[in-house]
Structures are given as structure tokens and as C-alpha cells.
């Protein structure tokens, strides 16, 4: 799984994508709607930054912010790292450690958002393996 284009990763998954404009409310309810735990913001059609969880914590309530006035835009964080679809899972799995993050927007040559890649598909990679391993391991017992 580590060397399939991200594009097989996000496989037609929804992903939150709004204005600049859009209040940090909507942007929220957007994401807690499609169980994202990110948007992607753009302007003009160009990725231009994104917002997740952790911003809606720390930069809004923390803050003392006002979610329904509070401007995506202002909080978000501008330039996020991106990848190519084409790139390789493991490329965006490597990225996420080497920079802390836990999110990567994923743009196509335009720099228009396509999709975005999470840890959570990392987690699912593991996943992936446990469960050929239990597999594995139920054959095995009844071999013996």
C-alpha cells in the first residue's frame, strides 16, 4: 500500500473544501458532517490553506474567537505542504513524520485541491496488516 499513487489512497473519499470567506462555524460543521478532521481552504480555485481540529482549538475557542464571525481565512494556516496525486502513499507517510503534521492536501497541477491525505490512513495501513495476520494466523491453526 506504501507504493500506491495517492490518488488509488483517496479512491473518490470526500473532503471538505471551502472559501476563505466561510465562517469557522459552517467550516466546522461541514467537516463534523463528512467526519473530516480537516478542510481544505481555497481562493480563486487555488489551494490556499488549510484549517483543521487543532486549529479550530487553539487559534478559535482557545482564542476567545467568535466561530460565527471568525473568517476561515483568518485562522487557517496558509500554505500548507501539498503532494501530486501521482506521487507514492509513502511519500505523503513521510512527509507527515518529517514535518509533525498530521494532514497533507493533496492538489492537482492547477493547485486546485483534490483530496487530502491523514495519519487515520496510515492507521489503516496497519490495520490492513493485522487483519492478513489474523488470517494468516486462523489457516495456520487449522492446518494443525
Partial sequence: MPSRPIHQVLADRSFVNVSIFTSVREVTQLMQAQHCSAALITEHGVLTGIFTERDATFRVI?????PDTTAVGEVMTH???????????????????????RHVAVVDAAKSPVGIVTARDALQLDALAFGAELVRREEITVIL
Fill in 79 to 101: 500554505n500548507p505542504m501539498t503532494l501530486a496525486e501521482d506521487k507514492p502513499f509513502g511519500h505523503a507517510l513521510h512527509l507527515m513524520y518529517e514535518s509533525g503534521i
Fill in 62 to 66: 482557545a482564542a476567545g474567537l467568535d
